[in-house]
């Protein structure tokens, strides 16, 4: 017996959203989460126990984790514009070798050589301008107040720190604001309906078929 698809009314005419949709959809939010746990273990472990050995290691660990998972959900977010899409993808792809470098090349661990190099956030920053991409995303499209909260506070915090310009304790307390807001974010998205993270799949037709015209006739 087969089952009956919704046929959703587009800009650019009808669509359908196929269980690959939903599934790319539950996939980018299942990534979120997890970055957004990551974040936040980090944050909480950071303030409340210090930076001890077994803290900075666990710290690097729930960095490489958080990252993995950024990158899957940047694979599987759905962003009308495609070379805005593979920025994002390029940010994230640039700021994760810039991590490995820099944990090759100090002997520290790489939270421990953030904080006391910030010129080193010019090699990994580039993760978290990606993921401020995916804040300013959602800000755009739902209007969310933690994400067009968060959209301005995460490059005011790294600017901040790689210029000297934030004290220690502003900063912790901005960290502190990142972590639940990301975490409130995360599970705001868990519960919200998947229709609209697919978006206008008519749009995305619209521009497919605008690019491979571009490329018959160059």
């Given at each position: 017996m087969?089952s009956?698809?919704e046929?959703?009314?587009?800009?650019?005419?009808?669509?359908?959203?196929?269980a690959?949709?939903?599934?790319e959809?539950i996939?980018?939010?299942?990534g979120?989460m997890?970055?957004?746990a990551?974040?936040a273990?980090?944050?909480?472990?950071?303030l409340?126990?210090?930076?001890?050995a077994?803290?900075?290691?666990?710290?690097?660990g729930l960095y490489?984790?958080?990252?993995?998972a950024l990158g899957v959900?940047?694979?599987?977010i759905?962003?009308?514009m495609?070379?805005?899409?593979?920025?994002l993808?390029?940010?994230?792809?640039?700021?994760?070798l810039g991590?490995?470098?820099i944990?090759v090349?100090f002997d520290t661990?790489?939270?421990q050589?953030?904080y006391?190099h910030?010129?080193?956030?010019?090699?990994?920053g580039f993760t978290?301008?990606a993921?401020?991409?995916?804040f300013?995303?959602?800000?755009?499209?739902f209007?969310?107040?933690?994400?067009?909260?968060?959209a301005?506070l995460?490059p005011a915090?790294?600017?901040?720190?790689?210029?000297?310009?934030?004290?220690d304790s502003l900063?912790?307390?901005?960290?502190?604001?990142?972590?639940?807001?990301?975490?409130?974010f995360a599970?705001?998205?868990?519960?919200q309906?998947?229709?609209?993270?697919?978006g206008?799949?008519s749009?995305?037709?619209?521009l497919k078929q605008?690019?491979?015209l571009?490329?018959?006739?160059?």
């Amino acid at each position: 017996m087969s089952s009956v698809r919704e046929v959703y009314q587009g800009q650019f005419g009808e669509f359908v959203i196929t269980a690959e949709d939903r599934r790319e959809v539950i996939i980018y939010r299942a990534g979120l989460m997890v970055a957004a746990a990551c974040f936040a273990i980090a944050t909480g472990l950071t303030l409340a126990v210090g930076t001890n050995a077994l803290v900075l290691n666990a710290l690097t660990g729930l960095y490489g984790l958080g990252c993995v998972a950024l990158g899957v959900s940047l694979f599987t977010i759905h962003i009308y514009m495609a070379a805005l899409h593979r920025t994002l993808q390029v940010f994230w792809g640039v700021g994760c070798l810039g991590a490995i470098a820099i944990s090759v090349i100090f002997d520290t661990p790489l939270l421990q050589t953030s904080y006391e190099h910030p010129v080193v956030l010019w090699a990994t920053g580039f993760t978290f301008a990606a993921l401020t991409g995916i804040f300013i995303k959602e800000a755009f499209c739902f209007g969310r107040l933690e994400t067009m909260a968060l959209a301005p506070l995460v490059p005011a915090l790294l600017m901040g720190h790689l210029t000297g310009l934030l004290p220690d304790s502003l900063k912790a307390n901005l960290l502190a604001v990142w972590a639940v807001l990301f975490l409130a974010f995360a599970l705001r998205k868990c519960v919200q309906a998947i229709p609209p993270d697919i978006g206008d799949k008519s749009v995305f037709a619209y521009l497919k078929q605008q690019r491979e015209l571009r490329s018959q006739t160059n």
